[in-house]
């Protein structure tokens, strides 16, 4: 476990450099990543190369003991390359080129930029893959940010043809997955599909989620590019890129394959201000970020990394680019740090060491002042240094695996086709998926995040939020695991090719839980069905699958008007609607007891993550919080009462 902070030589005086590796070295930072947005100081003017600068930078870090995660430079092409190259800008959905002057001005499609992208990784990865300072590389930067994943540029749509006949073979056989045949829109063949965009109205479901997943693959192949190339010239280094908080334009689990460690970017407090959150949970956790965040996105990206995951970017104070963007409280950087290692990371960069006093991100504060004074960040990361020391000299196995009993399916595609199908405009996949994980951390399960195809084994329970496409392998899988399984609303619901079931939903799940959802409402916001399931009572919302139960399934709840609320059969638990916080905290409760878990519900400002024999718990709430623990505990960090903003860590 060790820390790391992004560092910008390019944008600092020469002089500077030492110093600066030197107090970053003093602060207890292992590691330095650079060079992600530096293609124009590398390559001036076409072929004309300036690498001294960055031999020098890559140098004084190494001399200072620092490790070097160098960066491919592929996120900012610069502008002699797109005057050069035109058809390297993306276009969007209104048909215009997406233009130079800021980032990510590329289509991952373009073929001049595919090849310009080769030559400069090959390129870099010949001057510095032996180099013994640079022990890490990162493919690019936050793949897909700023809506780029998708492009409507002419090579985008000439490769989206070529993809469509590599997946089906023949146009006949597309216009009858597709069922073109509605509003006669029938293909003779496949140079006649254009992108679905710009129609009159709704373009067709089908041809939309295909060209979401073309868009997703189209990232894979660019990233594997440029992974096989640093693989040639950079043997034994790691492979690393940095995924996005709760961003999933495009599937990661393809690429996150290629690289050796999945890292992402941590801003707690810009999510909650931009993402799904109503205003009175933004105002509760406005300098401190929810309580399960970050962890679910550590959960995430642990289940995809061969080694520990990292946090690429860490949150050091008030960011930029949110609406509205406060500083977070005193503690807070200390304890997102150990929020990181408690669910597996291997590494916790911080962005950036000195706020920059210039450009895009002159508001968005470092570790260090733009004045060069230690900030509040830096001196909570000096904190996390010394601390990670003496947990290290106090407990070797510190660091090993994080395991569990639970685990929530997540599924990258099921996100897309309920964007593109949503029937009610705010069942948001994200935010269920969320909801459900935010339930069982209420209960003090640590969960692991899985995509579908993930091995079942060990679990005691499996949640799977709304999943439209369920495999019939998948659920005989999940029949076999021998856990408790609970399926949200709407799994089932749909084929790969975004057509209802044959035999209705939940289709291939109905051979181990029979029931047959025969109609469909979605619900406005400011409707809600009464629920009640035993002694549990509480409130559906959003969506209702309207269910016949079948052969010896079992009614667990009920809405008021009478239709199941809940189903069972054995170990498979089907809710047929989108309950509200409390109930399904309670319902997760009864059926992580059935399940053999230990399981309690926590403050909701409390949290507590397991890693080895350590126990941490966390505070994020305005008093003292009282540490769960055992009798006879000893702990290693902190003690059982447990400060605002604090960490306390037992064995």
Not at 181 to 186: D, G, P, Q, R, T
Not at 304 to 312: A, L
Not at 461 to 486: C, D, T
Not at 573 to 584: C, G, I, M, N, R
């Amino acid at each position: 476990m060790r820390l790391g902070v992004c560092y910008y030589p390019e944008h600092w005086d020469e002089a500077m450099w030492q110093d600066d590796a030197q107090r970053m070295k003093e602060l207890g930072i292992a590691q330095v990543r650079i060079g992600e947005f530096a293609w124009s100081r590398i390559e001036p003017s076409p072929g004309q190369f300036n690498w001294g600068w960055l031999d020098r930078a890559i140098a004084v870090l190494g001399a200072a003991g620092l490790d070097v995660v160098m960066c491919t430079p592929t996120a900012t092409p610069p502008k002699w390359l797109i005057d050069q190259y035109p058809d390297i800008l993306p276009v969007g959905a209104d048909g215009r080129p997406r233009a130079f002057g800021s980032r990510r001005h590329y289509d991952f499609s373009s073929p001049s930029y595919f090849e310009a992208s080769q030559r400069i990784v090959k390129l870099l990865a010949q001057r510095y893959g032996d180099n013994p300072a640079v022990t890490a590389w990162q493919t690019d930067n936050e793949y897909g940010c700023h809506h780029t994943v998708v492009s409507y540029a002419p090579a985008a749509v000439q490769r989206f043809r070529a993809w469509l006949q590599d997946r089906y073979g023949s146009i006949e056989a597309l216009n009858a997955a597709w069922g073109t045949v509605f509003w006669s829109m029938e293909y003779r063949s496949f140079d006649e599909i254009d992108a679905p965009v710009a129609t009159v109205t709704e373009a067709h479901p089908s041809h939309r989620l295909d060209y979401r997943r073309f868009a997703s693959s189209e990232v894979a192949r660019y990233n594997r590019m440029q992974v096989d190339i640093l693989r040639q010239h950079a043997p034994g280094r790691a492979m690393v890129h940095n995924f996005m908080q709760s961003f999933y334009e495009f599937d990661h689990y393809p690429v996150a394959a290629d690289l050796d460690a999945a890292t992402w970017d941590s801003y707690p407090l810009g999510a909650l201000e931009e993402f799904w959150f109503d205003a009175d949970t933004k105002a509760r956790w406005l300098r401190t970020g929810h309580p399960d965040f970050a962890s679910f996105n550590h959960d995430l990206y642990r289940g995809m990394s061969k080694q520990p995951f990292w946090v690429m970017e860490q949150q050091p104070g008030p960011v930029n680019w949110a609406n509205w963007n406060p500083a977070p409280l005193p503690g807070m950087v200390r304890l997102w740090s150990w929020e990181a290692f408690a669910h597996g990371a291997g590494c916790v960069s911080y962005f950036r060491w000195r706020q920059c006093p210039f450009a895009q991100e002159q508001m968005h504060a470092g570790l260090n002042t733009p004045d060069n004074q230690l900030d509040l960040g830096g001196e909570e990361a000096a904190v996390v240094a010394r601390e990670l020391a003496l947990l290290a000299a106090a407990d070797k196995d510190a660091a090993c695996k994080v395991r569990t009993k639970v685990a929530l399916i997540f599924d990258y595609q099921a996100k897309w086709l309920f964007e593109i199908h949503p029937q009610g405009a705010d069942f948001l996949y994200a935010r269920i998926v969320f909801d459900y994980y935010s339930a069982l951390r209420s209960l003090g399960l640590d969960v692991d995040v899985i995509p579908t195809t993930a091995a079942l084994d060990g679990y005691a329970m499996i949640v799977v939020p709304p999943l439209p496409v369920l495999p019939s392998e998948l659920a005989a899988r999940l029949q076999e695991s021998g856990a408790h399984v609970v399926f949200g609303p709407r799994s089932g619901s749909k084929t790969v090719d975004l057509r209802i079931p044959a035999t209705l939903p939940p289709g291939a799940l109905a051979a181990h839980l029979p029931m047959r959802v025969w109609r469909v409402e979605s619900l406005r916001p400011n409707v809600k069905e009464a629920v009640t399931s035993g002694a549990l009572s509480g409130q559906g919302g959003f969506w209702r699958d309207l269910i016949e139960v079948q052969g010896d399934t079992v009614v667990e709840g009920s809405f008021a008007d009478g239709h199941p609320a809940i189903v069972g059969h054995g170990r498979l638990h089907y809710l047929a609607s989108v309950f509200d916080s409390e109930f399904t905290i309670d319902y997760f409760h009864r059926v992580a007891l059935l399940a053999g878990l230990q399981a309690e519900r926590l403050p909701d400002d409390v949290r507590i993550s397991r890693r080895g024999a350590l126990t941490w718990v966390f505070n994020y709430g305005s008093g003292v919080a009282t540490a769960p623990h055992p009798a006879g505990a000893q702990f290693v960090i902190g003690q059982a009462e447990v400060p605002p903003q604090g960490v306390s860590v037992y064995r």
